[in-house]
């Protein structure tokens, strides 16, 4: 494709070489062509990369797809991200962690937006989603590198599992270690290694609904919007007449793709053979393809319904973010905390912002009886992620002491 296209495909090639974090080898050191087999499990292959690239067109070419997808990435690329250390009393936030620093510029290419959106999105296109660690050997990661998963394979390895991974780009394979990737991924229960894409239980429905929109895309071309029939002529004519009246209605009528047969023996008249659109239930079958494809992906069908109330918006969105949002949000928090936090020592954990609706009058009942079993630093770190009053006189206790607002 060029020296510009190489270039361009390389990035993540450049990374490597300007943080000097791998060491550069043949990837036949770490995989060969053969299938690996780990633990009895059976063998495993590397992605078809030809159906993840089928992944990428149908999100392009299917609206609902695209507008499911979207809605969820951006929403979840919104959420603020904390780091907290683990105390007895609970856990304590964290102020300007490093993580969080890093986080907000995760590369000079990407923001911290970018970067979520990212993986939020391969995870419901790909069903997986790689950071790429960038930084000194056994140090902090100074740079978070998205992949593209349809270019990353898994290595496995009897003993741990993953031995590392293989990104290919523009014919080239570059090997990582398993602790250069951070592997996001959904359940898979067919599969140790990949995670299962949203769009293969929706494969049937977008499917359908993409050979719905085409027949509707030609049916209103040139020629199509009127259906098939037949041209009945009721009194003999001669073979020119014929002919020419073929030639004539063809010509006025017909259209490139329009099928008419015609027949001789009586006065001209026209005959449907075709399917109308009312007749086939178009309209109704593909809102029903979209409320299929809506529900795959966890979006309440409230939320874009035109017949939709005010209250049922509101009741979609909030069905939204705690049914489909925050356990997205919750997966890819714990993976933070479990494969990168362990850079910046122990008793770190990663949270986004809990952005579920709260029942404020329920949690102040619920802090009302708990100041009778807690202390004032414990119900500070437990419902508020504040730390120990620092040498501060205690407030009252008491059930006045917490109020209504």
Do not use: C
């Not at 036949?28 to 292959?45: C, D, H, M, T």
């Not at 159906?51 to 695209?66: D, I, L, N």
């Amino acid at each position: 494709m060029g020296k510009r296209a190489t270039e361009r495909g390389t990035w993540v090639e450049r990374a490597l070489r300007r943080m000097g974090y791998v060491k550069w080898r043949p990837a036949s050191v770490i995989q060969r062509v053969e299938p690996v087999a780990l633990g009895g499990a059976g063998p495993v292959y590397p992605p078809e990369i030809g159906q993840a690239g089928r992944y990428a067109a149908v999100y392009q070419s299917s609206p609902w797809v695209y507008v499911a997808v979207n809605r969820i990435a951006e929403a979840a690329a919104l959420v603020p991200f904390h780091v907290l250390r683990r105390v007895a009393e609970g856990e304590v936030g964290m102020v300007d962690h490093p993580f969080e620093r890093l986080l907000q510029r995760p590369n000079p290419l990407l923001s911290r937006f970018e970067l979520i959106e990212h993986t939020v999105g391969h995870l419901e296109i790909h069903g997986n989603a790689y950071w790429f660690l960038a930084g000194e050997p056994g140090g902090q990661p100074l740079e978070l590198w998205p992949l593209r998963p349809d270019r990353v394979s898994v290595v496995p390895d009897a003993r741990r599992g993953v031995r590392g991974y293989v990104y290919e780009v523009e014919g080239r394979q570059v090997p990582l270690d398993a602790a250069e990737v951070v592997h996001f991924r959904r359940w898979h229960p067919g599969n140790d290694y990949y995670g299962l894409s949203a769009l293969e239980a929706a494969r049937l429905a977008v499917e359908t609904d993409r050979a719905m929109a085409d027949w509707n895309r030609r049916y209103f071309g040139e020629g199509m919007a009127v259906p098939a029939g037949i041209v009945a002529i009721r009194e003999r004519v001669s073979d020119s007449d014929y002919e020419r009246l073929q030639r004539e209605w063809r010509l006025a009528y017909g259209g490139r793709e329009r099928r008419t047969a015609f027949l001789r023996g009586a006065s001209v008249e026209w005959h449907t053979v075709g399917l109308s659109q009312q007749d086939m239930d178009f309209l109704n079958a593909r809102r029903f393809n979209r409320e299929e494809i809506f529900q795959i992906f966890g979006i309440p069908v409230g939320m874009f319904s035109e017949n939709a109330t005010e209250a049922n918006a509101l009741v979609g969105e909030r069905v939204f973010v705690e049914r489909t949002l925050w356990p997205k949000l919750v997966r890819i928090a714990e993976k933070i905390t479990t494969d990168l936090l362990p850079f910046y020592g122990g008793d770190l954990v990663g949270r986004f912002e809990d952005i579920r609706p709260q029942d404020r009058r329920a949690q102040l009942a619920e802090i009302r009886v708990a100041r009778g079993v807690l202390t004032v630093d414990e119900i500070r770190a437990r419902y508020f992620g504040l730390g120990p009053l620092a040498g501060e006189a205690a407030p009252e206790s008491g059930p006045d002491a917490v109020g209504e607002g």
